[in-house]
C-alpha cells in the first residue's frame, strides 16, 4: 500500500493517540529522546515509537480505511503494535549516531483478521522499522540536510518542522536501508537537546587500521581517528611506532622521555619494546593531552591524544600530518596509494 506524505498537526493527533505506555526505565545508558513519528494525513496513518534510555523500544503502527468494508463491517484498521531493543551505539560525527535493532517481536502474528464492533482488524507489520539487523541513524537539530535525499527530507519534515539555514529542527532517526524516517516535534526535540549535547562531548577515537606506503614499503599501522562533523577522519598514531619504521630512512628520529617528550632528529631509534603493538583493542575515549613535546630542545605545538588502557595508563597519540610538517617528511593522499610517507629530503 503506497503511503503520501503531508504534513502537519492531523498525523501528530492521531500518532498521539496511539502512544504506547512508556513502562519503567531501566539503568540510563543514553539521554532520553523525543517520541517518534512516521505519519502521514492520506489514509490516516502513523507509525509511532518510543525508545528507552535502554535501549529497549516499544511503538505501534495504526492505518484506517473507512472505504473497505464488507459483511459484517464497516471499516478495515491495518495494525501493529511491537517491541524490540537497539543495540550498538555508537556516534558517526557531531550531530549524528548510529543503532542496530538487536531485537523486534510483534505482538499478532502479521496477516492476522478479526471483525470486531463492526471493524475488521488485520495484523501488520511495524512500517517503517527496519528488520532485525537493520540500522538506524539518529539525527540531532543542527544536522545540516544539504545531502540528504530529497525522499528522506520530505519524511522528515512530516511533523511539520522545516529546517533553517540547511539544518534540521528537530530529531529524526533514519531507517537506511528503506530511505524512510521518523520525526519529531520542535517542542519535545527541543527538551532533549540538552541531554544530547552533553552527551555528545565525549570524545571518541576510532580504532583505524591504516597501511601507509612508507618510501613505497606497505606498512600497517594501528591508527586511530578522529571524526569531524561531515565524518571525515583524521589519522592519529603512537611515536614510537612511527619512529621504528622511519629508523632507515632520512627522517629518522630518535624518542626520550624526561618528564616531556623529546624528540631528536637524525639520531638511530632505540627501541623500548612498545612498537607496533596496541595496549587496547576498539574504539576509546580520549582526552587533550598536555604533555610537552620538544624537537631537538625546543618546544613544539602539535596535536595530540592521550588514549588509555583499561589500568589507566596513558598512551600519546600525534597527528601524523603535524609530525610531517614538522620534522620534514611528506604525508599525503591519493586514490591509488592511499596514505603515503615519503621521506627524501627530510632532516
Known sequence: MKKTISTGALALLLCGLLAAPAGAAAEKRLPELPEFYFASGAGAWCTELVIHTDGTFEGS??????????????????????SGRLTGLKQ??????????ETLTLRDEEGKEWVEDGVKYIASGPYGMPAV???LRLY?????????????????????AEPKEGKLTTFV??????????SSSEEDSARRLPQWTAFKQEKIAYASTQTISVDGWRVEF?????????????????????????????ARFEVRWDGAVNILTDLPYTPNGSEMKTPFAGNRTYEEDTTVTRIDGQPVELSTILLKDDKGNGYTYYKLRDLGDALGFTVGWSAGRGIYIETEGAG
Open 222 to 250: 594501528q591508527a586511530y581517528a578522529l571524526k569531524d562533523e561531515k565524518g571525515n577522519d583524521t589519522n592519529y598514531i603512537k611515536l614510537r611506532d612511527l619512529a621504528s619504521i622511519l629508523d632507515v630512512t632520512q
Open 140 to 160: 540531532l537539530p543542527g544536522h545540516p540536510t544539504d545531502a540528504f535525499s530529497e525522499e528522506l527530507l520530505s519524511w522528515a519534515r512530516s511533523t511539520g
Open 61 to 82: 503502527y495504526h492505518d484506517s480505511n473507512m472505504g473497505e468494508s464488507g459483511p459484517g463491517y464497516n471499516s478495515t484498521v491495518y495494525l501493529c503494535s511491537f
Open 92 to 101: 558517526v560525527d557531531a550531530y549524528t549516531w548510529s543503532m542496530r535493532v
Open 133 to 135: 539487523g537493520g540500522e
Open 173 to 182: 532517526l533514519h531507517n537506511v536501508s528503506e530511505e524512510q524516517a521518523f
